[in-house]
Structures are given as structure tokens and as C-alpha cells.
């Protein structure tokens, strides 16, 4: 065949498939050849009827992990939740220069294989290799299913369009059918997780109503949201948008330092960045909430000491509350104690940073339905009335 032709075909078979959406899967194995574990789309049931079970995986040849798996002989399929696309984006290699071991970004478990299981994945399959096949630029593994461990609740992260995505769930044809007719008074709404809590409830009050459905994450998850079409709007930072995102300015917020109660700090009306220098910090670890504390320190000239990273808000506030160091923050609570009665002190920090920006955000081309033209005009409203999430 024609080499132009060959080309072609690859480049519209490669963007056909783009649109097939599949699960999202980390792909691990241990034993003689070691622990590792990549990122797969590639998975399938191939029979339920035979001795066992058996499915099929699809690893790149250049994978490190491709060898290992023919060496030891065992593999695990763990089969991601909605609400772990950071796995998937580390065991990708997205975050190469950041994270020198993978597994660090979930808690794992050993299945009877020792293959290593996340604690907490959808589905695991733990497998036995059967046959390997080289196919072009990948293996193509034939297994057998030993064992699984099933989880009672959530939803697949599903891939495409070359974005992350959730199923919905198939209601019956009544249930459709009241769908459809309310189809108007329905809107889903993507908000950061850590402001989300300070000013969603009074935003979802005022859309009085209008059925408003929640989608909560950090900025990755958030603009993944949008550009599958889960969520119409995004109230997010204003932080590596791409230009395919139409976005509205609504608030700007100073970062201001956290103390636990009685810190040497916290008697004093500001602080520099330059005070903190021998301090431990708890980072927020929350993209992009990471990156921009982070670079606060560095371009006020101190490198921070970390002691602790967290994702949760309040887990930072609560190891803030008992003295393990100081946080950067935008978001400020009305209550000045962590969940477990601790008192805290937050103190503006100086200096030239940068503020954060709070957008709120939805595809560029898109046709804005009437709930979420209204839902727009609430949030500047509500912004402009001072009621932020500071």
C-alpha cells in the first residue's frame, strides 16, 4: 500500500478511536522482575465461560513495564473511580518531574498474585499471563482472572475526546421521559473544592428552581469536566485555562498565612514572606494550589521547608492548628478553629505576589442554556456584593 495512504488511514483511525470511550486503567505487576505499573485504556473481557475467566490487556512495547509483566508472569487491572484521574495522569507520566515514584499517588494493597491492588479502585482484576503477542508498537496480553475485588459503590472514569469523563446513569423510560420534560430546570455546575463550600450553597439558594447538579475537584478535574460536557459552567481558578475556555473575572484573592494560636508570628499585624524562611510549611496540595504557593515563597526569595502536603483544606488547617507548621491560603473560613477545636490565627502576607483570579468558566463555542445564563448573572452579583471566598 501506499505510504501517503498508510499515513492517512493511521492519522483517521487514531482520531476515530479518540472517540471511543473507554475505562481508565492502572496496569501493575511484582514479583522477580520488581513493581511497576502503567497507565491503560486497552482492556477487555474476552470470556466469562472458560477454565477461568479470561480479558485481554494492551501494553506499549516501550513500557517498562511490558517486560516485567512477561517476567512475573501476574498482573492487576485496577479499573479507576471518577475521582482518580490524578493516578491516571501520574502513572501516564504526566508528572515525571514532579513525582519520583508513582505509587506515592495512591495507597496500595497486594492481591493473592502480589500484584499490587489500589486500596480503592472501582474494579481489580487480579490475573495470571497466559500468552503474549507483539502487535505493531504493543502486546497484546491474553490472562486469566484469579481473583477481583469489587467496590459497592461509584463510576467509572471513562476517556474521550482525549478527555476524562463520568457515565451517566440509564433510567427507565418514565424516568427518562420526566428527564426530557425537565430538561430546562436542570444545570451542572463544576466548582474548586476547596472555595466551593463558601459559596455554592448561597449561589444553588438563589437558582430556586433550577436542579442543580454538583461536580467538585481540583483545576484538572474541573477542566476535564467541561470539555467532556459533564458540566455546563466551572467556577475555577484562572490558572493555565486554555483558549477553548470562555471565562468571567469574579473575584481576586490575596494569599494570607495560617499560624496555629500562640505561634512567635502570629502577634504581628503582617507577615513577609522572609519570616517564614525557617519555618516548616504545610502545602496545600491541590492543583494549582501547590505551584502557586509554592512560587509566592520563590519569588519572595525563600525556598519553603515542607513538611507536610495534604489535598484536603481541612486536613491543612487541622495540621496547621497543631503546630506543624504554617499554610499558605486564599480561602478564609468566618470560624478561626479546625474541626477538632484547635484555634488559628491568619495574618496577610506581603509582598508582590501575584493575587488569585475566580472565574467562572464554559466552553467557548457553546450555546449557553437558560439556567446557566441566570446561574452567570447570580455569581457576579453575588461577587460584587463582596460575598467571596475570603
Known sequence: MDTKIEQTIRLKFLEGMSHAACTVNIVTTDGPAGRTGVT???MASVSADSAWPTMLVCVHHLSP???KIVE???LCVNVLRDDQSYISDTFAGRFKEEVSDKFECAEWSPMPSGAPRIVD???AFDCRLLTSEKVGTHYIFLCEVRDLHVSRSGSPLIYANRAYGASMRIDGARSLAAARANAGSRLSVACFHTFGPFIMPRLIQRMEGIDIRLVEGDQRRLSESLRAGESELALLYDIDLTD?????ALDHLSPHVLLPDGHRLAS???IEATDLAEEPMVLLDAPPSADYFVGVMRAAGVEPLIAYRSMSFEMVRGLVGHGLGYALLVTKPAADMTYDGMKLVARPLVGQQAPSSIVIAHRKEEVLSGPARRFIECCVEVFRNGSSAA
Not at 477553548?244 to 468571567?248: A, Q, T
Open 40 to 42: 491503560v485504556s486497552a
Open 65 to 67: 513495564a511490558a517486560a
Open 72 to 74: 512475573n508472569g501476574v
Open 121 to 123: 479502585p472501582l474494579v
Open 244 to 248: 477553548d475556555f470562555k471565562k468571567i
Open 268 to 270: 504581628q499585624p503582617e
